[in-house]
């Protein structure tokens, strides 16, 4: 009897091992696999923990991703997450929620470093159009023809500015996707004062993630009665917005143990005053939520992140 009984647990133990061995390869081909998905789907993004909760057997694919994973373009310019995810478009230096409805992006998000803000040659020629994405059916585009001759100009949610060191970076953000009707008054004064000042804290602090978006604010109509009105341009029908909004988060990349914090800012599509300050907009961001009807950090998220919404906290990341 002892004769059969060592073979045969030999034999258990090398199918139990063959077994183990082939969960491995078949969970590495499946965590790489969703890798190359990752880099190119922003929903899998989105989704990644509970596609690895799920398809991944052992400890380390559980509650927190896989060691030494390869940061994508998406997993880097959505590190505080997607405030929507309506038809989304990843470029290289923006990510995008197309409003297919309106003709113009619900959001922008952006990441801004000090070391890409600097150069000895920056671009200085624009393109001579805005330029089309086709990724976007036809009926659903704007073109440059709407904003012929019109009392609205188009303007740059992504600014160019921030890219003025790489010609293709600078050259994509005339995409039409990009580009919204602006009040030119706005856009040559307090809405240019705010890019500045995003790029200004990139310079200071390193790091800047920078949301911007239209906003379609109600307005009394009546004692008891609201309504949103705002004007269409175009054959294409490219709505303009009664109002944009920005929301900041600043890091520190010297002292990564110092909190990051937020700035909010709503912003009437109209002429203003040029002496005004920039303080005079700034906003709650649960405002700008409610509004814009986006969550910019949902839930754990936010309190995860320690993120403060008040812009006196910014003399947190100076001392």
């Excluded at 059916?137 to 188009?154: I, Q």
């Excluded at 500015?161 to 600078?170: H, Q, S, V």
Aim: proline residues 5%.
């Amino acid at each position: 009897m002892l004769n059969y009984t060592l073979p045969l647990s030999l034999g258990i133990l090398a199918g139990l091992l063959g077994f183990v061995v082939g969960m491995l390869l078949q969970q590495d081909s499946s965590y790489r696999s969703i890798n190359k998905a990752i880099s190119n789907d922003p929903y899998i993004y989105e989704r990644r923990q509970q596609i690895y909760e799920a398809t991944m057997f052992f400890s380390y694919s559980c509650s927190i991703d896989p060691p030494q994973r390869t940061p994508c373009a998406v997993s880097t310019l959505m590190k505080y997450g997607f405030p929507g995810l309506d038809d989304i478009h990843i470029y290289r230096n923006f990510v995008l929620s197309y409003d297919r409805r309106n003709r113009i992006a619900h959001w922008v998000c952006e990441h801004l470093a000090r070391d890409k803000l600097d150069c000895d040659d920056p671009v200085v020629h624009k393109p001579s159009e805005f330029l089309v994405d086709t990724s976007i059916p036809l009926l659903f585009r704007a073109s440059a023809r709407d904003f012929y001759k019109s009392d609205w100009v188009g303007s740059q949610l992504a600014s160019p500015l921030n890219y003025k060191c790489n010609a293709y970076d600078y050259f994509e953000t005339y995409m039409l996707t990009n580009i919204v009707p602006v009040s030119r008054g706005l856009k040559t004064n307090v809405w240019s004062r705010l890019e500045q000042h995003v790029r200004q804290l990139a310079q200071q602090h390193g790091s800047v993630y920078v949301y911007t978006g239209p906003l379609f604010m109600p307005q009394r109509i009546t004692f008891r009665n609201w309504a949103i009105k705002h004007q269409v341009i175009g054959v294409n029908t490219v709505a303009v917005p009664t109002h944009f909004f920005k929301v900041i988060i600043v890091e520190n990349e010297e002292n990564c143990d110092q909190l990051p914090y937020m700035e909010g800012y709503v912003v009437p599509n109209a002429e203003l005053d040029k002496e005004i300050e920039l303080s005079v907009f700034l906003s709650e961001i649960r405002d700008i939520e409610h509004f814009a009807g986006l969550k910019f950090f949902e839930g754990d998220r936010r309190e995860y992140q320690n993120l403060i919404e008040n812009v006196e906290s910014r003399a947190t990341l100076d001392t």
